[in-house]
Structures are given as C-alpha cells and as structure tokens.
C-alpha cells in the first residue's frame, strides 16, 4: 500500500456504456495527453501518464504523483524605491500598506531594477495544496474536454460524452478522490465483464485495479485483446486447414469492441463457397457478421469463418451454431440476389438509372451518368491518357453507375464498385473497363487507397467534380459537422487522385468544366468555382499538416494562388525541407519589409538603371537580374528547391540594401526607383511562395 505521506497511484476509470469502437484509441491518446498537461499546469509532479481501457470504460493510470502541489512563488512589484523608503532608508507608509496588501512583514520586501527602474518586489508564496484536492478539480474538466465523433446528452442539463456516464472510479493510492463526474461521486467500486462477473467490485488501491480486472473477466490491455484474437483466429483456422483472412480495420474493431475475446469457428455450405464470388462472401462475413474469413495455401475462400465472442468458452457451441445460422441466411441471400441480376443486362439497368434520383436538386442518376461522360473525357485529355486508355474511359462511364440499381447492391451497398466490376466481367467488357467501373469510387474514405489505374482515376475525378460542383450550384455546401453529401470526402479524394497520378490539371479549370455540364444561371459560375477550390484547398491544406508541413510553409505556398495540387504539393515540400536554413529566416523578414514599404507608395513603371545609387542599391538589382532567369527557369521546370537556392542568394544584397539605404527618399524620381526595384524582387520570391506568411 503506498504511503499517504509519499507519491502515490493515481486511477480514474470512467464507467460507460457501450463506447463505439471506432476512434476509441484516439480518445485514450487524448486522454493521456491532457491528463499530463493538467498535471503540469497544476504543478503536480508525477511519473508515468499511461491509458487504457475497453468499450465500457477509459481508464487513466498515472504513477507517482506528487502528495501536493509545489508551492508556488511570484513576485509582485510595488512602489518606486524612492517612495517606498525614506531618506534614512526606513519604510515609508506606502511600502507598509504594499507589504501589508501582499500578507509579507515590510523587512521582507526586495528592492529590484524593473523596467528601467527600482521599485520595491514582494515574493508572494502560495503554498501547494493536496494532491487530491487539486486532481478534484483537474480530472472532470480533462474528462470534459475528450472529444467523441458523436456525443450523447442522457439527462436535463448534463454532460455531452461520447455515452451515457455509469461510475467513475478515482483513487490516488489507497485514498478516493473527492470529485464528481456526470452527477456521479467518484468511489472505489468499478464493475467487471457483464458475463464473467456477478455484482461490483470494490478496489482497495490504485495499484490494485489490473488484477481485479482481470478476476472479473476484463482483458484491460488493447495489446491482450488484439493477441488473443489473431492468435486463436489462426489456430482455429489452422486446424480446419487454413488460414484467416485478418482484415485490419475489423480486427482494430473487434479489439475495441470486446472485453473479453474468444475466438469461434464457423462453417457454412460449400457450395456457397463454390457459387458466391469471393468478395460477396467476405464482405457478408465482415461487414455483416463481424467475423474473419478462411482461405487455404492456395488462397481459394475455404467454407469457413472465424467469429469472436466477448465471454468466455461457455456453451461455445451454442454461440457457434448461432453465428453458422446467420451465416448461412446472409450467404443465401446473396445468391439469390446474384440470380435475380444474371437474369438482366446492363442496358436495362442503364435505363432504370432514369429512376434514380441523384443528390437534392442533381436530377436523376441517367442525368448524372450523361454529364460523367463528359466530364470524363474531358478529364482524360487533359491527363494525357492515350487513345487506348480514353476509350477504357468512355465505356467505364457510361456503365460504372448501373450495380447501383442491382438487386445485389439495393441488399448490400458497401459493394458498389465491386459488383460493377464483377458483372462487368461476367458480360465480357474488357478487364480495363471492369477495373476503372470499381475504381471510380476509390478512395472510399478519408485517406483511403486512390484508384490505382489511370482510367480509374479520372473517372474518379471526373465523378467528384461533377458532384461537388452540382452540390455547391444547389447550395448544398456542407456547413459545420452537417456534410450528408460527403463533399468534404469528394474535394479531399480530388486532391489525392491528383496527387497519386501526378495529374497535372488546375482546378479552377476542373470545375470550370464541370459546373459548365449544368448550364448555370448567368454569374453564378465563378461563385461556385471558387467556393469548390476553396473546398479542396482547405482539405488538401489539413492533408499536408497531417504529414507534418508547418502551417505557416503551407499558407505562404497557397498565397500564390496556384492551383494545381501537385505543383503546389512540390513547393510545400520542398520550402518545409529548405526551411531550417539560417537563411530562411532573413529572407522571410526582408521580404516582408518589401511588402509593407511598397504599400506605402507608389513604384515606378520600370527601373531606371541610371537613378540607382553605386553600393548596396546598384548591388541588390545586380543580384536580382543575375538571379531572375534562374529562379523562374527553375520554377517553370518544377525545381522548387533550385529556385529557393537561387532566392537565398539574394539574402545578403537584400540586408545591406535595408541597413544603407532610404527607400523612402525625398527625391520623388529615385523614391519611385527605389520602389520598383523592391517590386521586382518581391514579385520574383512570388513565383515560389509569399515569404510574408513564414513564422521565422
């Protein structure tokens, strides 16, 4: 047990109900990251900051914390020395009253230079509370501030939290922290597996939590849990002679969303195994059973499928026939629906599209499938696919549309692409054809794979441009978390198609086209135009920080209002990767002197050679020209970073020029001069970037 006099555990368990798995580890992460900076600003000295925890519950363990705050000292400035003493160096009544309003005796006051001056200083010491009192106020507005991609609000005038609040458990070593939490006072009682434990469980100390946990049937570490799964999903399926198909992003599901996973095997009909293409079966196991399929050596879908139960081995049979039953329906289901659509062609499906509407105020998806052609084959010429390539394009967008009125996809849509493709090939269209008809929908989520053929991605494009030019035209721009559309998905798959294929293609002229297949009103164009350039830019702009580009390197780069993405991605990376250059720092400063003399007057037309000044000014000008060709050379080829060379070599004739030289002269003629010499310099940093925007 740790003594109440020295550091001690502290444990806070949140006790919910059902968490939704997804983005449960980044709560956790937030979690640890915000206890530790609370820590810190309430000057509670502590060891290691660690998280974990299940669907139920969020647990912060934090070792040796500190029994109290340390104190804390400041000093308050009082009184000019010169009043606060006389001539005999006794305190006067003003150093008295200041001594007496900071609680300190009047012979502790310091006389110290402040600001230029001497005033007399009180040293305040605010002595450190207890640990406990302080972590009572830290903890709820930590546990407040976590963020959930949905929040739940289950009583008047409650919290918001990802779910419903049931216990919160916080002690610091053997002692409860006197905090409330949702309503609920924190104790030391916490609750085990719904299934493998009777009743509540009561800790007698933080050191003591895991190994209650783990009596009550709680698998607390996400480590544990994952080994537990792909450790006996493989033995499982070993012993049925395969091996499982570990799809990640169920497998990072299925480790969030139990306490206690106990793999199962299952098994189903062959014959379903033999009819159902094998991405019909995958995703009924995945997707609608949660559960890993089995393949054998030579990677054929064995009739098989791994489960995972959240107990323990108990009536396992009952659980596995359960699953078999449910299996077994979903995989009938679909081979029904695959006969039903073997029984049509894709011409009737083209003309049922007519039938389907599209996005609010978009048409129907015939109207959509017309304009994606094209759009289509515009995109194609100015990606300079060839003739073979072009023609992929024109057959995939005339048919990637129609598995959307299937009976296959209306029962299972997370197979739109896929059963495109399946069908496409099953009616003899060339494999290039089927491929881009899948493709089109690629990347299917936030930072997802972008179509990995040429023909794919245009038609990617092509979809996506149509789509959030027509949406913004109707006035369906997504407004604060409100996106039913998904064109912040769109503009950010746009932004990364063009970046995966290095497609060369601005997109204000994208959209041009694109908005121009609608026929809009008169001026309505540039608006929508501009607000779907924005669009991509700000998602584009979340994509570079997410890799680490400082903000300031991406918004100076976007000042020059370029706007194709993979120019633009090529001077963000290679101004961030010149950025610790201690040359940097002064051309950014010497750009921005430029920017705000040249706002202060007026340049002249041209430089008149014959008014510069012999030294520093000639100098700069020298340099420039010298330069010039270099960086725009550099700049028209993509060589960013030899264009950045070249600007750093002004670095030096711009210093000496501000140091020894009065821009604003008296003189009107070389004032003017002097003017645009500085706007020719600038305007040349601006075929890379605005320097203006760079922190230092």
Known sequence: MASRRGPATLLLEIGCEELPPGG?????????????????????????????GTLRRLVLIVADVAPRQTDHVTRVRGPAARIAYDGSGAPTQAAIGFARSQGVPVDALQVREVDGGRYVVAEVRERGRPAAAVLAGVLPQVVAGLAFPKTMQWKAGGMRFGRPIRWVVALLGDRVIPLRLAGLRAGRRTYGHRFLASGAVTLKTADSYAAAMRRAGVVLDPSDRRARITEGARALAAAHGGMPLLDEHLLEEMVWATEHPTPVLGTFDPALAHVLPREIVLVTLQHHQKSFGVQDANGRLLPAFVAVRDGGTSHLATVRTGHEWVVRARLEDARFFLEEDRRRTFEQWH?????????????SMADHVERLGRMAA?????????????????????????DLVTAMVGEFPELQGVVGRIYALERGLPAAVATAIEEHYWPKTQGGAPPRTRPGAVLALADRALLLAGAVRAGLEPTGSQDPYGLRRAASGIAAILTAHAFTIGLRALYHEAVALFDPEAGTAERVVDACVTLTLQRQRMTWLDQGIAYDTVDAVLAT?????????ARVRALQRVRQDPVMPRLATGFARASRILSQGQAAAAVDEGLLAEGPERDLYTAWRAQRREVEAAVRGGDYAAALHGLARLADPIDRFFD?????????????????????????????ADFSKLAG
Do not use: S, Y
């Open 24 to 52: 449960l580890a980044g709560v956790l992460a937030q979690l640890a990251a915000d206890a530790a900076a609370a820590l810190r600003e309430a000057r509670l000295a502590a060891g290691t900051v660690a998280t974990t």
């Open 351 to 363: 003309e049922a599209l007519a039938r389907l509407a599209h996005a609010a105020g978009l048409g």
């Open 378 to 402: 515009w995109v194609a010429e100015a990606a300079g696919l060839d003739a073979g390539e072009r023609e992929t394009v024109r057959q995939a967008a005339r048919w990637c549309k129609v």
């Open 561 to 569: 209002g370029v706007d194709d993405i993979v120019d633009l991605t």
């Open 660 to 688: 020894d030289v009065l821009v604003m002269a008296p003189d009107p003629a070389v004032r003017a001069n002097r003017l645009a010499v500085l706007r020719d310099v600038t305007r040349t940093f601006l075929h890379v």
